[in-house]
Nanobody, 119 residues
Framework: QVQLVESGGGLVQPGGSLRLSCAAS????????MGWYRQAPGRERELVAQ???????NYRDSVKGRFTISRDNAKNTVWLQMMNLKPEHTAVYYC?????????????WGQGTQVTVSS
């Protein structure tokens, strides 16, 4: 069994910062790409940022220069540092990872963490 456990969400004022973390645990033989998605009310889930196992990153255009994704391969952990947050960043943020169990790769999701940007 594999679990992705997220933390770090909460309520923050506009212009504030948050750092989300996600740790993968369980019967893991390897971890490939890890990333963060978000889903705002009434909208589809969308990719925010992704990082490969060798550190290559990909961001949606609207968060470039504002959000930073990073990871620690030894800890199977990925972070999302979010700076200068705006109300439109309010959403449930989900961790996503491609994980090897035995000889099978599969994508896994975390339970989601709420980020609310409001004064």
């Amino acid at each position: 069994q594999v679990q992705l456990v997220e933390s770090g969400g909460g309520l923050v004022q506009p212009g504030g910062s948050l750092r989300l973390s996600c740790a993968a645990s369980g019967s893991i033989s390897g971890v490939g790409a890890m990333g963060w998605y978000r889903q705002a009310p009434g909208r589809e889930r969308e990719l925010v940022a992704q990082i490969t196992s060798d550190g290559n990153t990909n961001y949606r255009d609207s968060v470039k220069g504002r959000f930073t994704i990073s990871r620690d391969n030894a800890k199977n952990t990925v972070w999302l540092q979010m700076m200068n947050l705006k109300p439109e960043h309010t959403a449930v943020y989900y961790c996503n990872a491609r994980i090897l169990r035995g000889s099978t790769w599969a994508w896994y999701w975390g339970q989601g963490t709420q980020v609310t940007v409001s004064s």
